[in-house]
């Protein structure tokens, strides 16, 4: 039923295009016999627009990651008090986001400043697409401004690091293919009396595994005897299989965190994706250039239009 909604779902934002499309062709043409305005035409033309980058936005969230909620931690940087409190407004920043958006947020663990602000938050968020909107968020995030808690009122610059993973249930399910798996039943060796050496107890379980990510083949080969019977031996390796799955599923889900991992980068000058310079009124993100005056809106949780510029220049292939 998910997957027949999600497809309802293209079809429509397919059809809404499609019309749009077709309604600024007739305004075109309308245009050309003066039954309506430029103005009209512009109109038409801007909405088709909107429609189809809204479309183009939607398909960057193709991962099957993307559509998980997300685990975000913020770290506060060097620069003790000042770096503290810069955190401690990501973490409302991207509460409020959340709340804005419909989310489900919960704190899962907190450690607070040493006079104000927090040293550390990891933050669960919850709900449709939480990770495929917030993975632009992973970096180092910088803050420019005269410090509340400098004597001497000078302008401070500090770092706080932001983390975003997707939230991945515990259990995996693991899926047997009864086409790839192929029995052989053999006579068990050593000890264990007559029936043993004289019975084909053994069995050997083939199971011919592709793997879902790679497309590499490999067959497993088990082989049990822990019994004289044989359908006992049968249900050992099927879970002896089972387990092999389990771990290669759960190796690939390692890996992938690992990839993330790896991107996370030391929080220090130079090192930053983003700048919200409160002075200057200025808010801008080093890896798209998109900016804004408006820091006062970014602060009380409109990224929206930064996690577009990121998603429509990164999703889909590695940042440059």
């Not at 991962?63 to 931690?73: H, T, Y």
Request: charged share 30%; net charge negative; hydrophobic share 35%.
């Amino acid at each position: 039923m998910k997957k027949v909604k999600d497809l309802k779902k293209w079809i429509e934002l397919y059809k809404e295009v499609k019309a749009a499309a077709e309604e600024l062709e007739l305004a075109y043409e309308y245009a050309r016999e003066q039954i309506v305005s430029e103005e009209e035409v512009d109109q038409a033309y801007a909405q088709a627009t909107r429609l189809i980058e809204d479309l183009e936005f939607r398909n960057m969230l193709r991962d099957e990651a993307d559509q998980m909620a997300c685990v975000l931690k913020i770290n506060s940087g060097a620069g003790g008090t000042e770096s503290q409190d810069w955190a401690s407004m990501l973490m409302r920043m991207y509460l409020r986001w959340a709340e804005n958006n419909g989310y489900k947020t919960s704190i899962a663990n907190l450690q607070e400043g040493d006079e104000a602000g927090i040293k550390s938050v990891t933050i669960n968020i919850e709900g449709d697409y939480a990770y495929g909107y917030l993975k632009s968020e992973n970096g180092v995030h910088r803050l420019v401004r005269v410090s509340p808690y400098n004597a001497q009122g000078k302008r401070m610059t500090s770092f706080a690091s932001v983390f975003v993973t997707p939230l991945v249930d515990d259990t995996i399910e693991v899926k047997v293919d009864p086409a790839a798996i192929s029995w052989d039943t053999f006579r068990s060796g050593g000890a264990g009396g007559q029936n043993v050496n004289k019975v084909e107890s053994g069995v050997r379980l083939r199971y011919q595994f592709k793997d879902p990510y790679t497309g590499e083949e490999e067959e497993i080969l088990i082989e049990n005897t822990e019994t004289r019977d044989q359908p006992k031996n049968r249900e050992n390796a099927m879970r002896q299989l089972r387990s092999i799955l389990y771990d290669k599923e759960l190796k690939h889900r390692m890996a992938e965190q690992a990839k993330i991992e790896a991107g996370k980068k030391k929080i220090e000058w130079g090192s930053q994706i983003r700048s919200y310079v409160f002075d200057d009124r200025r808010v801008k993100d080093h890896r798209t250039n998109y900016q804004t005056s408006d820091v006062g809106g970014v602060m009380d949780g409109k990224i929206d239009g930064f996690i577009k510029a990121y998603l429509m220049e990164f999703a889909g292939g590695e940042e440059k």
